[in-house]
């Protein structure tokens, strides 16, 4: 044998595929060899072929001691040698082979380890037991068997990591036959199971653990050691209840693949679970805090905010909740300003159940008024802002007065525990949150307590954000309605209707109007129009705007035009220097005498003109309209003229102005809600209110929550014969004419009365166009509620009323026609200007 190669290598484990085809003998690989007591080989086994390299024809018949490491040494055999055997030759070293041979034949067994060559040069570490047997024939000799050291030490130490897992792990460790009998037990299982490791042994779950447990777990054994699959990480309750474990089965399988049974892992995860369990509660409990925010945030109404607050509270924290406010800040009053005291009202806002049963209804009413006396855990409550806890019954029957029929509900209800929790904003306690658990739920504690004040916290400053939103939403409809018309005028041949719908999103009232403006001559101005934005800065500014436009209709201004100085007025009209203001409109100017309209519009919604249409089948029929004016732009933009447009309106006919929360909607294109409008005005209009609550009952409920003002207008002439008109030329025969004609159309009206002054006004006025203005000179005359006069000529200047003094011939016609006359006044045309009086009927 070759002497290189001193060192032996690191032994390697087999593969898993070569483990698996064999057993614990075929990985640790025994060789047996069998010598004579002299050392020679009578018998080699494959193994040791396997682990020495030399073949059995090569060794039997030689001496062992050629085999050794350190201890021998070989050099190459004289003469010839067969084709395959090694050239050899036993060179004994003084003491070690023939020490161990003359050892084992006086002891008749030796073992120990040895360094052995390879056939490949390097030396392997075996370790050996040899035993001196007898044949048969009573001839001695010696068997020895070898496993590599190396083999053997991987063994011991898996064998060692078991022992140690057995007996040092804080893992429960058990090992079950195929039968799920304990074979093998750790005394930290033992602990947990509460019997002794050997009291395990030959028995199953069954005869161990609880019956409950035990059929669920002898269930996955039985899963597991049929199909390989292993069970991971199964939480389930200690035996009597003692925590949980956690538990882990996996098939036991030798290397030869026989199933062998099923070992376990238990882990004691009690303290894991209390952490989870606590983690869950305080997730509870931040979903709670976050869910009842959520919920009543966006609620700007008191009484809906605390029925809100109350329904969220139920079932998931409490099983009965009611909420108690001041009766002034339940409807948007002040917040309270002294100390509660037994005269302070208090009312049953927001009530909430589980289930509703005559005593749930004796314990919380609605809307119910309710006093506490100051000595009370309630009137305690109320006037420290100190949350209370109720805990047990008998607490609860002393939190008011004795035989208090509501106590008594809540004890009929099995009511167990009772949480009071202020209502506080601002540092005003604003009232009280009480919520309670009954029976068959867990009492609450002082960490529900806790989570209840902050919530009690919370729910405070959204109730008082209710408060002040209704607070705000009075002051802005009040506003609102002291800013538009009460009343309209109801002139001769037109019936008008209106109405008024705030917004539904809380406190911001819009800033819709609309207006119905008289005009000289028996004309009316429509007017409908809507400030961008909401509350009371829209509410202003909408005064200010139908204001200036109330004042600019008083000088007879075309639409177009009266729609461009309003325009000009947008710095006056704006909240602030800084803020700008946008505003669309709509302005119509209808003449009965003439059955003319003329409107122009700013950026607003097109008005609608319902037209009898009436048929034989059919005589209620009516065609409704879109009328296609100049759209122009908003109010308060600017950089876009305006213009007007005229038409002529049949007798009976029906102009509609709106604003665009009539017509709006979050799930439709704003034409499908013109089309709604539409089709609701082609029906009989028996009746302008009648019409007004049909239009607005057919409003979507997705609409925007934007409020509708309505303005209908039914138009129509004067009666036949109440208008009459003259145009003459611009001589001295006009005064002359002038006034015949006048009064001779008096006598025919029956209005003799109002002869002399109508002739004196008309001809102080048709004198001072003869002598100003060098063109035809118009009268006209119109009877309505009034009489109204009107002198045209071609000059476009106005006239200038001056004071006269008592030397001066003239001067005097205009002051004899302001003081005469109820109303006057001057508006420009497209021919000139036109002087007008009025004087009241007789």
């Known amino acids: 044998m070759s002497d290189s190669g001193d060192a032996s290598p690191e032994y390697v484990p087999p593969p898993p595929e070569e483990r698996s085809r064999g057993t614990l003998l075929d990985t640790l690989r025994v060789a047996v060899v069998m010598l004579d007591t002299s050392g020679r080989v009578l018998l080699w086994s494959p193994l040791a072929e396997e682990v020495l390299g030399w073949a059995g024809e090569h060794i039997v018949g030689r001496r062992v001691g050629g085999l050794f490491g350190p201890a021998e040494a070989a050099e190459p055999a004289p003469g010839p040698v067969a084709v395959g055997q090694p050239r050899l030759r036993s060179i004994p070293q003084p003491g070690r082979p023939e020490e161990i041979l003359a050892d084992l034949l006086r002891t008749g067994r030796w073992d120990g380890i040895l360094s052995l060559r390879h056939r490949d040069g390097h030396n392997v570490q075996v370790e050996t037991r040899a035993s001196l047997l007898v044949d048969g024939d009573g001839r001695p000799f010696v068997l020895a068997s070898m496993v590599e050291t190396s083999r053997l030490r991987t063994l011991e130490q898996d064998l060692a990591a078991l022992d140690a897992l057995f007996d040092s792990s804080p893992l429960g460790v058990a090992i079950f036959d195929r039968n799920l009998r304990y074979v093998r037990v750790n005394q930290a299982l033992a602990d947990m199971n509460g019997l002794p490791a050997t009291a395990h042994l030959g028995r199953t779950v069954a005869d161990v653990l609880d019956a409950g447990v035990a059929v669920e777990l002898t269930a996955l054994q039985r899963e597991v050691l049929a199909t390989g699959r292993p069970v991971i990480d199964l939480v389930a309750i200690a035996p009597r209840g003692a925590g949980h474990r956690s538990m882990s089965y996996h098939r036991l399988v030798d290397r030869a693949g026989r199933v062998l049974g099923v070992s376990a892992t238990v882990m004691d995860v009690t303290e894991r679970m209390q952490a989870a369990a606590k983690a869950e509660r305080v997730r509870e409990r931040l979903a709670l805090l976050n869910d009842v925010g959520s919920r009543i945030a966006g609620v700007l109404d008191v009484r809906r905010a605390a029925e809100t607050l109350a329904e969220a509270l139920v079932p998931s924290f409490s099983d009965y909740a009611g909420v108690i406010l001041h009766a002034e800040a339940a409807d948007g009053g002040r917040l309270p300003s002294v100390p509660y005291s037994e005269n302070t009202p208090m009312r049953q806002m927001g009530v909430a159940a589980v289930d509703w049963s005559p005593a749930v209804s004796r314990m919380l009413r609605r809307d119910q008024l309710i006093g506490f006396t100051t000595d009370s855990l309630f009137g305690t409550a109320l006037l420290t802002g100190e949350p209370r806890l109720v805990s047990t019954v008998e607490e609860l029957r002393r939190t008011t007065f004795p035989d208090d029929p509501k106590v008594e509900a809540a004890v009929e209800l099995g009511v167990n525990s009772l949480l009071a929790l202020p209502l506080r904003a601002h540092g005003a306690v604003l009232g009280l949150l009480v919520v309670s658990r009954a029976r068959g739920r867990e009492p609450f504690d002082q960490d529900d307590l806790a989570l209840a004040a902050e919530l009690a916290d919370r729910a405070g400053a959204a109730l008082d954000n209710a408060r002040l939103y209704v607070r705000e939403r009075e002051g802005a409809l009040m506003l609102q309605r002291s800013l538009l018309p009460q009343s309209v005028p109801q002139p001769p041949g037109v019936a008008v209707a209106f109405r008024y719908v705030p917004g539904s999103s809380g406190a911001e009232v819009g800033g819709d109007w609309f207006d119905v403006i008289p005009l000289a001559g028996g004309r009316l101005a429509f007017v409908v129009g809507d400030v961008m934005g909401h509350g009371l800065g829209a509410a202003a500014t909408m005064g200010r705007l139908r204001t200036a436009v109330r004042t600019l209709a008083g000088l007879d201004m075309a639409p177009d035009e009266l729609l461009r100085r ?277």
């Open 566 to 842: 309003v325009n000009e007025l947008g710095d006056d009209l704006a909240r602030g220097q800084s803020e700008g203001w946008m505003a669309t409109a709509v302005y119509a100017v209808y003449d009965p005498s003439t059955r003319r309209c003329t409107l122009a519009q700013a950026g607003h919604v097109p008005p609608v003109l319902v037209e009898p249409e009436p048929r034989p089948e059919d005589p209620g029929r009516c065609r409704a309209r879109l009328l296609q004016l100049p759209t122009g732009v908003p109010l308060g933009v600017g950089g876009v003229r305006f213009e007007s447009t005229e038409l002529e309106v049949p007798d009976g006919a029906v102009l509609v102005l709106y604003t665009d929360g009539l017509v709006e909607s979050r799930t439709s294109d704003i034409t499908a809600g013109l089309e709604r409008l539409r089709d609701t005005l082609c029906r009989p209009l028996h009746s302008l209110e009648d019409a007004c609550d049909e239009l607005l009952a057919t409003m979507e409920p997705g609409r925007e929550p934007d409020d509708v003002a309505l303005l209908m207008a039914r138009l129509g002439g004067l009666p036949a014969g109440s208008t009459a008109a003259w145009t003459f030329p611009a001589e001295a025969s006009a005064v002359r004419l002038a006034r015949r004609r006048v009064r001779d159309t008096l006598v025919h009206w029956d209005l003799t009365p109002l002869s002399d002054v109508t002739v004196l006004l008309v001809s102080e006025l048709v004198t001072n166009s003869l002598r100003y203005a060098h063109g035809p000179i118009g009268v006209r005359m119109v009877r309505g509620s009034s009489l109204l006069v009107e002198v045209s000529d071609p000059l476009p200047d106005p006239p200038q009323e001056r004071t006269a003094s008592d030397t001066d011939e003239g001067g005097r016609g205009l002051q004899l026609v302001a003081r005469t006359s109820r109303r006057w006044g001057t508006r420009h045309g497209p021919l000139g200007k036109t002087v007008w009086f009025e004087l009241a009927l007789p």
